[in-house]
């Protein structure tokens, strides 16, 4: 029986669009703590990479909420671009993304450290050195210690589940299920880490990683005094080293930041913070149509899990220039694609993958994406927001929005198969989009002679048991994979080399990589991470994007946009390339 | 009888409007009207009641005998029934009385006991509580007081401990108990009007007879007038006074107890006679069911109504079919609607009917 | 009536265990008869670039390779007698009854429900009161009046509250009265957070409307029927021969009467409701029960999904029971045994 009720929830979202049309628009007054009548005129972009109403002036409480919940505020165990947006307010990493518009915005810049990192060994070894005076909430200095501490808990995956395992796999000689708990004096980590003093460590890598500067970026590398770690229990606060620190917590509910006066921003030169509102009040689980509701009544600041509104307000807004004025059109690092199983045949052969490229529907993609304002066609891999990606169009994708039957043909009668061939396309089943672009494509290709056939299959299990399980994939023939994939952050590396590095496939699944195997990527990639020289590294990742489009690896799908709903609570607001949504440590509210 | 028969006519508009009697029933018609017609429950009804004095009213279910005793005490909802007509109470015409002013005099000058006494009380609420509440609706008095008027009522009506059973629930009493609960109720405000309607139909046969006692017993008390309406001519025979025969919504004949059994005139009281059991006579004979069924009450056969189940409707030269029969005093107050002759009459009688009995 | 009320509960207590058995069941059979393995299981709460290890780590910190009855005993005994947690730092005592740890935030399951229940409790209570009086209020109003225009609209509207779905009627009237017309709070709130209780009902009415339309609609059919049934009965009559005023004789003899099978829907929804006002708790973002089920349903939290089971199957037995004793005071005729 309760297992009947749950399914009924699923209908609300289908619902919430007949309730909206009830909605009237923006209250003029605003019911903002801090808000009040902004100087800036709203308009449409008018945040989208540039900064909209600057400010400087601290005070109110920024109102963010989320319809769910994102997995974890420990900084060592957090994996969502929202989270490490955010975090930035609480903890200092060693680096951090630069809180600026634009491409400025997706620079690391030293934060606990003071300048980048040091390598040397052929970039093996990096050495960071912290600054003074940066100090926790309790008033105690942040040490070298501690930031090989919080590096150390994170690589406890058992305890630990969430975040990243970047330092697991680059770290020299970390012991297998390392566990600081029963290491408290990290021995086991001497290859790994060092603390000379208390202002200098020392990462040793086991291979060359020139990029190791994004590797400095992640939350875990902001100090955790090791006295105060309570394991699974420390993200309910988080030992505060930035401009907020926790006033209350619950797993369930959210959570309340205010200023941390032990924050020191003479100490915080480079990064960009201005850490405006005194005061951030952040709610879970809050009801998709409601939160959009709030934000447009002015009772809601932010929607912080930014990738835009819902899609029943989407076609609301744009219908309205008042409330257009209010959308910010924001690239994100994520892209929408099709990946080809090459163990399944025919895309075993390139010229039957590259048939597919040229019959599909470009427009159609989009559209099942919502269109324009869902996000660009994609023309090859890396979204343009990615640092030194480029944008090329080698099949003509943007000549022919609707495909290309003739050269669909010519390239079925290369692979030897002129009448066309059957194969099934997966899709996960509770994403309508998903399900929309495997129609769209049967649609397509069905004009040139693939038969296509869409197999849903649950989104939690998708990539564990299913389209991302080798051996199910192709046993059950799964020529064509749905699937979407956004960047960790917005370089080569950290887009590209979980999706088509033939190597990161694992039998036992969970893959990200679905199907692209092609050895010259696999080479193209360990030249990438061993070129210390950012502009050369940023050539060969796009060496890399145009190898995986000349082999047909994928079928580019759309790189996703998000719609954001900017309140006029809202002052100091500005995306980047960095966050891909409205930058959390530099948004403040608009004064009276 | 203290007033002459003679003055129970029908269609007298010219009377001064005011009873005489302190029952008086004058042209009562109820008429329901449906989506298939007319439903005229009861069509011109007429007598009379004084105190202390018992009227049977005997028919087949339909007759309207039980829609009659409604229209007395008021109780057919509003909008639904049309009622025209006189019921004079003690002077006071109900038809046209207020509902609040018909409410207060029922319970408390007009009660009425019915026929299943554990459907009639509320299955929810204590006996004692039920008769309280009665009593405390017409008269300013405590609970407590209420209550021990209650008790006595109970003993009244021979129910033993009275100080325990006070406080038993409906479905804890036997039949002939509720049944006895129910009158000790009705009379909890010393009525001056008692209405019995079938008040031994649901009961075992031994304790039928115990409850027409208590009835009767009570009456004498109470010094009240009382209805006892019935389908069964053995329980107004030991109980009324007078008795009115009544078929599809008319009195069929009107006499004294005495007369409807000596001298029966219409066919349809000697039907009612020779379907009732009687345990003084042979048991050779069997009992004779009248043929046929009650009519339908929105198409009432023109003519007199029995006719179609009428064994003597031939002699009539074809009146029983097209003409209705008047109810007319054949002598001593003796009132029949019937187109047969006295001597027919008298001749079926004698010769058909009697011997069978 | 002693040894009922023992047999009842010796009852509810086993009927709670095959309820945790069976979701414990749904949990893992359902994914092991299409070939998972305990690490596909353990895949789920996992981060995004987890490794084989890894996830195997994590399917033996929470147990799924061992058997599925050593699994369940375990849960079990956690829930009678408590159980140690290791937090990864150091153990902590989880005491009975110990519903476990989420496997994904890794947080004690008990605390969360003991904070969620006032919540639905706050919801449910307060609309039970409303839907109560207006449901019966506007079913004894139309049957009395049956047939006229009055009745044919009350009915309608009636008709409308038991087709309109929740997160229909709750989106549309936070559109109007919330964010439209500004009267009333909008969702995301904890009721629970007031201290005055004027504010507590303030921040609670739009959901209790919202609600209790549904229910009361039910109920104004209900009840309306029930009333004419009743008010047909010979005890009604009777009630009216004694010269009882109309108004006792519709409320103390007729609604007394329609209101006792009401009584034991009443019961069941308010105890159904205390399991988790699901859409309703969804759609005004309130953090009750019914919240709770779908944010541990959407994640396959198993320890809060057993959890919020065993809450929602607590909260039913418990009305049952209610119910059941409750119908021996209200009817006479109904006998414990």
Request: with cysteine; aromatic share 8%.
């Amino acid at each position: 029986m309760r297992w009947n009720r749950i399914t009924t929830v699923t209908a609300v979202s289908a619902a919430v669009a007949l309730s909206l049309v009830a909605c009237g628009g923006p209250k003029a007054s605003s019911g903002g703590s801090g808000g009040g009548s902004s100087a800036a005129t709203p308009e449409f972009d008018a945040a989208n990479n540039k900064i909209f109403n600057p400010s400087d002036k601290k005070g109110g409480t920024l109102r963010m909420a989320i319809t769910e919940k994102w997995d974890s505020t420990d900084p060592g165990d957090t994996y969502y671009g929202l989270s490490w947006n955010l975090v930035r307010n609480y903890v200092r990493p060693l680096m951090t993304f630069k809180s600026a518009p634009g491409k400025e915005g997706a620079k690391v810049v030293p934060d606990l450290a003071e300048a980048p990192g040091v390598p040397s060994d052929d970039a093996k070894t990096w050495t960071y050195k912290l600054r003074k005076g940066v100090k926790y909430e309790d008033g105690t200095e942040v040490k070298a210690k501690d930031v090989m501490y919080g590096v150390a808990r994170s690589l406890d995956k058992t305890t630990l589940p969430n975040g990243p395992t970047y330092f697991n796999d680059f770290l020299l000689d970390v012991p297998k299920d390392y566990s600081v708990a029963k290491d408290p004096q990290m021995k086991l980590l001497s290859k790994a880490m060092t603390t000379p003093d208390d202002y200098t460590i020392v990462f040793h890598l086991n291979k060359t990683f020139a990029g190791f500067d994004y590797f400095a970026q992640l939350p875990s590398t902001a100090g955790v005094p090791q006295a105060k770690d309570t394991g699974t229990k420390y993200q309910l606060h988080p030992i505060s080293s930035g401009p907020y620190k926790f006033e209350s917590n619950d797993a369930n509910k959210g959570f309340t930041l205010v200023r941390n006066d032990q924050y020191d921003p003479a100490t915080d030169p480079d990064t960009g913070r201005k850490a405006l509102p005194d005061k951030i009040n952040v709610a879970y689980n809050v009801n998709g149509a409601d939160i959009d509701n709030r934000l447009q009544a002015g009772d809601l600041d932010v929607d912080i899990a930014g990738t835009g509104v819902q899609a029943e307000t989407q076609a609301k807004v744009l219908a309205d220039p008042k409330l257009k004025a209010h959308t910010d059109s924001v690239l994100s690092t994520r892209l929408n694609f099709t990946v080809f199983n090459s163990e399944v045949k025919p895309f075993d052969n390139v010229n039957c993958r590259k048939a597919v490229l040229y019959a599909a529907d470009h427009e159609g993609y989009q559209r099942a994406y919502g269109g324009p304002f869902g996000g660009d066609i994609a023309t090859n891999l890396m979204p343009p927001s990615v640092a030194g990606a480029e944008k090329f169009d080698d099949y003509g994708f943007e000549a022919d929005k609707n495909g290309n039957p003739t050269k669909a043909k010519e390239a079925l009668t290369a692979c030897g198969m002129p009448s066309g061939f059957s194969t099934n396309i997966a899709y996960r089943a509770d994403r309508p989009k998903e399900k929309a672009v495997a129609e769209s494509l049967q649609q397509s290709l069905a004009k040139v002679g693939i038969k296509l056939t869409p197999k849903g299959f649950p989104t939690g299990d998708y990539t564990k048991l299913y389209a991302g399980k080798p051996d199910y994939a192709k046993a059950n023939g799964l020529g064509m994979i749905v699937y979407s994939w956004g960047a960790d952050w917005p370089d080569g590396f950290g887009f590209l080399s979980q999706i088509v590095d033939s190597r990161v496939i694992r039998a036992s699944g969970g893959n990200t990589n679905l199907g692209i195997r092609i050895p010259e990527v696999d080479q193209l990639i360990d030249k990438a991470l061993a070129t210390t020289d950012d502009a050369a590294r940023n050539k060969i990742w796009v060496d890399v994007d145009k190898k995986v489009m000349e082999q047909a690896g994928v079928l580019p799908g759309v790189w996703a946009k998000g719609l954001l709903y900017r309140p006029d609570t809202l002052a100091n607001v500005f995306s980047n390339d960095g966050q891909n949504m409205y930058d959390y440590a530099s948004i403040g509210l608009a004064q009276k | 009888m203290t007033e002459p028969i003679e003055e129970v006519v029908q269609d007298s508009p010219q009377r001064v409007e005011r009873g005489e009697a302190f029952l008086d029933v004058r042209d009562l018609k109820v008429h329901f009207p449906t989506d298939d017609g007319v439903v005229k429950s009861v069509d011109g009804v007429s007598f009379q009641l004084e105190r202390g004095k018992t009227l049977g009213i005997v028919g087949e279910s339909g007759s309207g005998k039980s829609v009659t005793s409604l229209s007395i005490m008021g109780l057919h909802p509003p909008g639904i029934a049309n009622i025209s007509g006189q019921i004079f109470l003690d002077g006071q015409d109900l038809v046209t009385a207020s509902r609040e002013e018909v409410r207060l005099l029922r319970g408390k000058r007009m009660a009425m006991i019915f026929q299943d006494p554990l459907s009639a009380m509320h299955p929810f609420y204590t006996v004692g509580t039920q008769i309280v509440e009665a009593y405390r609706v017409h008269n300013q008095v405590s609970k407590a007081v209420a209550k021990k008027h209650a008790i006595e009522m109970l003993d009244r009506v021979g129910i033993p401990q009275p100080d325990r059973r006070v406080d038993a629930y409906p479905h804890q009493f036997s039949g002939g108990m509720r049944q006895r609960a129910m009158i000790a109720m009705a009379l909890s405000c010393d009525p001056d009007l008692l209405i019995a309607d079938e008040p031994t139909t649901a009961l075992d046969v031994t304790v039928q007879a115990q409850i027409l006692d208590l009835i009767r017993d009570l009456q004498r008390e109470f010094n009240s007038a009382v209805i006892i309406i019935t389908h069964d001519l053995g329980v107004v025979a030991e109980l009324a006074d007078d008795i009115q025969v009544m078929y599809a919504g008319r009195a069929a004949e009107y006499s004294t107890a005495e007369d409807i059994f000596d001298r029966p005139q219409h066919p349809y009281t000697w039907g009612l006679l020779g379907s009732m059991p009687r345990i003084d006579r042979e048991r050779s004979e069997r009992l004779i069911p009248i043929k046929g069924t009650p009519p339908s009450l929105i198409n009432v056969p023109e003519g007199c109504a029995f006719n179609p189940r009428c064994n003597y409707a031939h002699l009539n030269g074809g009146a029983s079919e097209t003409e209705r029969p008047e109810l007319l005093d054949t002598g001593n107050g003796h009132l029949v609607a019937c187109h047969l002759s006295p001597q027919e009459r008298q001749k079926a009688w004698e010769t058909d009917i009697k011997p069978k009995l | 009536m002693f040894a009922y009320l023992v047999r009842r509960v010796i009852g509810a207590v086993l009927l709670l265990f095959i309820v945790t058995a069976v979701t414990f069941a749904i949990f893992f059979l359902v994914p092991r008869l299409g070939g998972a393995t305990a690490d596909d299981l353990a895949g789920r709460y996992v981060g995004k670039s987890a490794g084989q290890e890894q996830i195997h780590n994590t399917a033996v910190r929470l147990g799924f390779t061992d058997p599925l009855y050593v699994q369940y005993g375990r849960f079990v005994k956690g829930l009678v007698v408590g159980q140690d947690y290791n937090y990864g730092t150091g153990t902590e005592r989880c005491p009975a009854p110990c519903f476990g740890y989420s496997f994904l935030t890794q947080q004690p399951v008990w605390p969360d429900l003991v904070a969620r229940i006032p919540v639905t409790a706050s919801l449910a209570g307060g609309a039970a009161f409303i839907w109560l009086l207006t449901g019966v209020g506007t079913g004894v109003i139309s049957a009395l009046r049956r047939g006229s225009v009055l009745d044919r609209s009350l009915m309608s509207v009636a008709l409308a509250g038991v087709s309109l779905p929740i997160f229909f009627t709750g989106l549309l009237s936070l559109s109007i009265f919330s964010y439209g017309l500004g009267w009333t709070q909008q969702g995301g709130i904890n009721p629970l957070d007031e201290t005055n209780p004027l504010w507590w009902a303030y921040d609670l009415i739009l959901p209790w409307v919202t609600l209790a339309f549904l229910y009361a609609a039910a109920y104004a059919r209900l009840t309306r029927a029930g009333m004419l049934e009743t008010m047909n009965e010979d005890y009604v009559r009777t009630a009216r021969a004694k010269g009882l005023t109309e108004r006792t004789v519709v409320l103390r003899h007729g609604l007394r009467s329609a209101l006792t099978p009401i009584l034991t829907i009443f019961g069941l929804d308010l105890g159904l409701l205390m399991g988790g006002a699901i859409l309703t708790e969804t759609t005004f973002s309130l953090p009750g029960i019914g919240q709770y089920a779908v944010i541990a349903l959407r994640a396959n939290d198993l320890p809060k999904v057993l959890g919020v089971t065993l809450v929602a199957a607590f909260f039913i037995v418990l009305a049952n029971l209610v119910v059941d004793l409750l119908y021996a005071v209200v009817d006479p005729r109904v006998r414990i045994s």
